[in-house]
């Protein structure tokens, strides 16, 4: 018997993040779909309200798949639903978020002003490590795959 | 020459399309649309020309390859695009939609083949002298009509079976098998005779004997049958075609079965020891629980343990328990025979039930592991749990706390079931495929009793799936546009809204429940409902709820009815930590509690995204996504995985 297998994979992500994962076989389907299921991202998030002047923040958790385009509509430069991305965890007025707030989020969730930093250092080094030696042979093959097709119009 | 069995076959043995990498079993559907939708989506990923006749739409066509049957064989799905793509001259890319699921598509822009002022018939030439190229076994008239193409497996030839030639029928069918001929028929009078009908789960199939049916008849038979919205397969070897109704819901499924007898019988005479009357008599007794004949009746319901609350410890047996002396045996074979049942005694009734009883224990158990993989809170021995009850919160109730865990169950199954067809289980995939079509039945019914409850609940829903079908590109054309650039659906959304939220009968939770219908997609607290899509359209209408919710807030009491946060403009986002689970993730080891897989993921995730707004980011990220880009197009130098060298040989420094 044959059934209709709907796959949620492409369906709501970014298409460019989903070109850019294509390339990681780490990041495979079922791999991000059981990451968004049962992690976020801790965004801290700063901005304007919609008059344009009152200032605001907000701690934001976004499901990985999710960050790419909620970087993207910032980009934009217009206002938009941040909730559209993910969940509000807390928000309020000001410039910055007060010193209560950070602690909270920091008991429930953890705080960590140089995540992104870690975070870059911690997928470089995932790279090197020999754990990754799948993922290498993966990228191996296409390099020589393009280097074969390099030398061949050459 | 016997003649091999053949499902679905073309009508004319000429090249097909093949896979050569992946064995394939299952067809191919093309699929083709005609778009007709104003550009109020800038975001679409269709981006067609205006028309030269001055409206204001633009308009085109996708042509898709319905490709559901094979998205566990990325090969086959590669070497289906390429074979697309030698045979047509077009790039079909992977697509999902809503309505279709995944399929490869490809638009035909308004400037490919729009001249003069015949748009239409120039759109439908274009898209069938598309699929035609397609599918050169296609004589297709008709637009929007689906056609199967079967993909041959490697080794095998592009033609059809030796034997399998065309009956006789003068006007060919794009959408029929074509029936062997093995022999001159030596019977006067052309008959069927029904041989089985059976139920699995929501499924019903019923078998004809056709060894006394005239061939030119068979073609007939089968476009009957497929007309009706059932699978038909003819069994040459046997001599047999097979009815099948495989929609979610067994009631659908056997009104299918019924209307395919009453349309067959316009055409043939039924024979054999079961003639029309007795068939219809005995699917009209099994639609009204009686049973088939030779199908033994559905167990007793036995309820031993009570029910549990979700999240609650187990209670003693209470008096509700039947003591029984025949306790209902759990059945041996592995298939989902029974149903489960949501109750809801009252609309306003405070505990909504879902019952398991009827089901084999190891299908309980399958479906109790699916929900304790979902978070639910179940206590440790769930051996004799045989109902599940959810009760009203003040934000939420039981019914449609029910929904949410019979879709949780759905999706577990359907993972189940994938991870079971990948590892060649096939014993394994066909009860879980049994089972998600009785879980698939309960949800459709658990569906209708939420949507009484709240009627206005709804009708949103019928609009957001509306408006979701607009978005994806398929039904803009009919539904049309207003002045204001809505469609209808979109228009009648809102205005349903301001009734809803004016409406002092309408209670907090039931209005709360509408704006989680349209809250965001795959929104945590509504795995029920797959929200609104085109975040646009969402905008807007979150917008509209807010401002008719501020308004009726004056007349009626509104406090702890959902607000949507309004839109803001963010100059500034940084990550500062990872949740799992909406918690903290634990602080053991290097990832804060992450598998090395997981935080790799969060990484990259991370650092991709942080490459799209510059300035916000640190000046390492935007080297690196830029490496990650410029990766793939340089030879021996930054590798897109960025920090791994390589040097001429192509090992890993």
Redesign the interface.
Same mark, same amino acid.
């Given at each position: 018997?044959?059934? @209709?297998?709907?796959? *949620? !994979?492409?369906?709501?992500m970014d298409?460019e993040?989903a070109k850019?994962?294509s390339? !990681?076989p780490?990041?495979s389907k079922e791999?991000?779909e059981e *990451?968004d299921e049962?992690?976020?991202?801790?965004?801290?998030?700063? %901005?304007?309200? #919609?008059d344009?002047v009152t200032p $605001?923040w907000s701690?934001v958790?976004i499901p990985?798949?999710q +960050?790419?385009g909620? @970087? @993207?509509?910032?980009?934009r =430069?217009?206002?938009? $639903?941040?909730?559209?991305?993910g #969940?509000?965890l807390i928000?309020g007025q000001g410039k910055e978020p007060p010193p209560e707030a950070i602690e909270e989020?920091r008991?429930? !969730?953890?705080?960590?002003?140089d $995540?992104? &930093?870690k975070?870059?250092q911690?997928?470089?080094?995932?790279?090197?490590t020999k754990?990754d030696?799948k993922?290498?042979g993966f990228?191996?093959a296409? *390099? &020589?795959e393009? @280097?074969e097709k390099?030398d061949k119009k050459e | 020459m016997p003649a091999p069995e053949v499902e679905n076959e073309p009508a004319k043995p000429v090249e097909t399309l093949q896979a050569n990498t992946q064995s394939i079993v299952?067809g191919v559907t093309i699929v083709e649309y005609v778009l007709d939708y104003k550009n109020h989506n800038p975001d679409s990923?269709i981006k067609l020309a205006s028309l030269g006749d001055g409206a204001n739409h633009k308009s085109g066509i996708s042509v898709r390859v319905d490709i559901?049957?094979i998205?566990?064989n990325p090969d086959a799905i590669k070497a289906l695009q390429e074979k697309l793509l030698n045979e047509t001259g077009k790039e079909f890319t992977?697509h999902?939609s809503?309505s279709q699921?995944?399929v490869l598509k490809h638009d035909i822009g308004g400037e490919e083949i729009l001249t003069g002022n015949d748009k239409a018939q120039k759109i439908v030439e274009a898209a069938k002298d598309l699929v035609k190229k397609a599918a050169p076994t296609l004589n297709q008239s008709m637009i929007d009509t689906r056609i199967d193409i079967p993909v041959l497996t490697p080794g095998s030839t592009n033609k059809t079976p030796d034997a399998a030639t065309k009956i006789g029928s003068s006007k060919p069918s794009a959408t029929a098998a074509a029936p062997a001929s093995p022999t001159e028929p030596t019977f006067e009078v052309s008959t069927i005779a029904p041989t089985e009908y059976k139920a699995?789960g929501a499924?019903r199939t019923l078998t004809f004997d056709t060894s006394k049916t005239f061939p030119s008849e068979l073609t007939k038979i089968i476009d009957t049958i497929k007309s009706e919205g059932a699978r038909a397969t003819y069994n040459a070897k046997d001599n047999t075609i097979t009815v099948t109704a495989?929609s979610s819901s067994a009631t659908t499924n056997v009104a299918i079965i019924k209307d395919v007898v009453e349309a067959l019988d316009k055409i043939t005479q039924f024979g054999g020891t079961v003639g029309k009357d007795t068939l219809l008599a005995g699917i009209t007794g099994e639609e009204a629980g009686k049973g088939m004949a030779g199908k033994p009746a559905p167990a007793p319901t036995t309820n031993p343990s009570g029910p549990v609350k979700p999240g609650a410890s187990p209670k003693p047996a209470p008096d509700k328990s039947t003591p029984t002396t025949d306790p209902a045996p759990a059945p041996a074979e592995p298939t989902a025979e029974g149903t489960i049942k949501v109750l809801r005694d009252e609309l306003n009734s405070k505990n909504v039930d879902i019952d398991l009883s009827q089901l084999s224990k190891r299908d309980r158990a399958t479906i109790l592991n699916v929900l304790k993989n979902a978070k639910y809170d179940f206590p440790q021995d769930t051996t004799e749990l045989t109902t599940v009850v959810f009760s009203d919160t003040k934000k939420r109730s039981g019914g449609v706390q029910a929904l949410e865990a019979l879709t949780d169950i759905d999706q577990g199954l #359907?993972k189940a079931?994938?991870q079971a067809l990948s590892s060649g289980d096939k014993e394994k995939a066909?009860r879980l495929?049994?089972l998600?079509n009785t879980v698939g039945s309960a949800l459709e019914e658990a569906q209708k009793s939420a949507d009484i409850a709240n009627p206005y609940l709804s009708i949103v829903k019928g609009l957001v799936k509306e408006i979701n079908t607009e978005t994806d590109g398929m039904a803009a054309g009919a539904a049309g546009f207003k002045e204001s650039g809505r469609t209808d659906a979109h228009e009648n959304l809102l205005i349903t809204i301001n009734k809803a939220l004016a409406d002092p009968k309408v209670d907090k939770r039931a209005m709360n429940e509408i704006a989680l219908a349209i809250s965001?997609?795959?929104n945590?607290k509504n795995k029920s409902n797959p929200g609104i899509?085109d975040?646009g359209i969402?905008?807007d209408v979150?917008e509209h709820w807010n401002k008719a919710r501020d308004h009726n807030s004056k007349e009626y009491d509104m406090d702890g009815v959902t607000k $949507?946060?309004?839109?803001?403009?963010?100059?500034?986002?940084?990550? /500062?930590?990872?949740?799992?689970? %909406?918690?903290?993730?634990q #602080?053991a080891g290097k990832? =804060?509690g992450?598998s090395?897989?997981?935080?790799?993921?969060?990484?990259?995730?991370?650092? +991709?995204? %942080?490459g799209?707004?510059g300035g916000?980011?640190?000046y =390492?990220?935007i080297k +690196?996504y830029n490496n *990650?880009?410029t990766g793939?197009e340089n030879?021996?130098g930054v590798?897109?995985?960025? =920090? /791994?060298n390589?040097n001429d040989s192509?090992?890993?420094l």
């Open positions: 018997m044959i059934y @209709k297998l709907p796959s *949620i !994979y492409f369906k709501y298409e993040l850019l994962l390339e !990681y780490e990041l791999n991000l *990451i049962h992690i976020a991202v801790i965004m801290m998030v700063k %901005g304007t309200e #919609e344009g $605001f701690f958790a990985p798949t +960050l790419f909620f @970087k @993207k509509a910032q980009a =430069g217009e206002a938009f $639903f941040v909730d559209d991305y #969940e509000i928000t989020i008991a429930k !969730y953890g705080f960590d002003p $995540f992104e &930093k975070a870059m911690q997928f470089t080094d995932f790279k090197k754990d030696e993922q290498t990228l191996m296409k *390099i &020589k393009m @280097k390099k | 299952a990923p559901n049957k998205t566990d992977l999902e809503k699921g995944t699995e499924n495989q #359907e079931f994938t066909e495929g049994n998600r965001p997609p795959e945590e899509t975040r969402m905008s979150r $949507f946060a309004p839109a803001r403009k963010v100059t500034e986002s940084s990550a /500062v930590g990872v949740s799992q689970d %909406g918690g903290k993730a #602080e990832f =804060g992450l090395a897989k997981q935080w790799m993921i969060v990484a990259a995730c991370t650092v +991709l995204s %942080g799209v707004v916000a980011m640190a =390492g990220a +690196l *990650i880009k793939r030879l021996g590798s897109p995985t960025a =920090g /791994v390589t192509g090992r890993t």
